[in-house]
């Protein structure tokens, strides 16, 4: 599976290609924590979501 982030105007929207879609997020690691819970449920064993979500948090520069 793969999610992405789709970014439009103020909010970002997760989506999975499985057809799931999280709820929108004011900011992008809401969105990716949204992906990653989604993953953890829907498609144990991957990591894409998880992986997204602990870049994004390293560039942001906090935990
Ligand atoms: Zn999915």
Redesign the pocket.
Known sequence: ?R?KIDAGGMTYLPL???G?RGLPSTSRGGALSDARH??RR??PGDLQAAKALAEHRRRAGHS
């Open positions: 599976m999610v999975c290609d499985c799931w989604h993953e829907a498609h």
